[in-house]
């Protein structure tokens, strides 16, 4: 009797950013139009779920590092803004929203911090375990973010243009897993978006989490941040 083995399904490569120094000031003003946002790469977020029925709306993220701070930018092309959470902590992500993941010590993925950021630069800060396991009563200090938009908030009916946003994470935040990085240290991260309302609803992310439905909290998938001179 013949016995075939099933095909191998090669899995998509983890991606990889180099995260420059930032040659000049950063002002976070939900604007990512300072000088030294010229010089980041790129993440253009992709779409893993055909099944959800939101519109695919283009998100650019950058990142760029200094003494002080982790800076990260989106740019969200969105024709409906929409988000209702006002309150630190309040679930961001049901809202027009980003998101980034930061685990400063790859060797392990037990552990990672979580922040997710609504238009109205609403922070939910939060640690997770074990990705089930979410410790809301843990805040990230000295974290500055801001958001601009382009359109009418919550005025739905009309064509709004997007929005973005700007946030800056000190490094004190991490001491806990890794030193404040020096070029060449690799962390990991992935870098998320929620889009729409119910129920056309979209996530997009950068790196694939291999999910059958939209979970972004696999930190096996998360992809390499190349800290650069």
């Known amino acids: 009797m013949l016995c075939l083995a099933a095909p191998l399904v090669a899995q998509p490569a983890i991606p990889r950013y180099e995260v420059k120094r930032a040659s000049s000031p950063i002002v976070i003003d939900g604007k990512p139009d300072d000088k030294a946002w010229a010089a980041a790469g790129r993440i253009e977020l992709i779409f893993p779920w055909d099944a959800q029925t ?26 409906d803004i929409v988000a209702f959470y006002t309150e630190h902590d309040d679930p ?35 640690v997770m375990y074990q990705s089930n396991h979410l ?54 991260a992935n870098i998320n978006r929620w889009d729409g309302v119910e129920p056309n609803r979209r996530m997009s992310n950068w790196s694939d989490p291999l999910q059958p439905t939209p979970n972004p909290h696999v930190p096996a998938r998360f992809g390499q941040l190349v800290f650069a001179q």
């Open 92 to 126: 961001t992500y049901r809202d027009d929203a980003v998101e980034i993941f930061i685990n400063p010590m790859p060797s392990q993925t037990g552990i990672y911090y979580g922040l997710e950021m609504n238009v109205r630069a609403v922070l939910y800060d939060y």
């Open 54 to 79: 939101g519109a695919k709306q283009k998100t650019i993220a950058r990142l760029l590092w200094d003494d002080d701070n982790l800076y990260v930018s989106y740019e969200c092309e969105d024709t």
């Open 135 to 188: 410790f809301k009563q843990f805040d990230l200090k000295g974290v500055h973010l801001a958001t601009f938009i382009e359109g009418t908030l919550n005025m739905r009916g009309d064509t709004d243009k997007g929005w973005s946003l700007e946030v800056a994470i000190p490094w004190s935040n991490f001491d806990g897993l890794a030193p404040r990085p020096t070029p060449g240290t690799v962390w990991s």
